[in-house]
């Protein structure tokens, strides 16, 4: 069974947004300001950062990956592809935006066959996503590192057993 996984687009329209302003909140004072004065410098590098990640939010909306039993699929402008026996990198941290850790996001690294895949947890089903991604280092033989076994453990994925075919399922199934 195939599961399709995309970021929605209630996270991209605030990554729109947040672009949005921060483009016209660095081209207005650019095209104000005398063109020799030392801050134009840095309101252009503002200007290509919000660019930048405008492009990136427009690149997740049409960036989709396809879970099956054989591997990962990351179609979109840019496809890749790792099949599960391939995996031999698996790492899962948490970035938090606030002193007490109580905010922030997590980011799943995929690496197998040549190829890196970087999801991060503002797409649909990441806790899937990264139970099927566990499983299948697990089976692989990967140890993972001590954060992320801890990231695991705080989305609810657990080690049931040491055999690599059940080494991590969800918590409370």
Known sequence: MTQVFTYPRKSLLGSY????????GTLVP????????VIVYLLVFLLCAFILYGLRAIFRQFTRFE???????????VERRI??????????????TRRDR?????????KGGGVRLSIDSTIGGFEELV?????????????????????MQALGI????????????????
Not at 17 to 24: D, E, L, Q
Not at 67 to 76: D, F, K, P, R
Not at 131 to 151: I, K
């Open 30 to 37: 650019l095209l104000l300001l005398n063109p020799i004065s």
């Open 102 to 110: 109580e905010a922030g996001w997590m980011h799943l690294k995929l």
């Open 67 to 77: 879970v099956s039993g054989a591997g990962i699929i990351m179609s979109g402008p």
């Open 131 to 151: 139970e099927r991604a566990a499983r299948a280092a697990a089976e692989n033989g990967l140890v993972p590192d001590r954060n992320t076994v801890r990231n």
């Open 17 to 24: 947004i947040r672009a949005f302003f921060g483009i016209v």
């Open 158 to 173: 657990v080690r049931q057993a040491r055999t690599p075919s059940t080494a991590y399922g969800m918590a409370n199934r």
């Open 83 to 96: 099949k599960w026996e391939e995996l031999d990198g698996f790492n899962l941290n948490y970035y938090s």
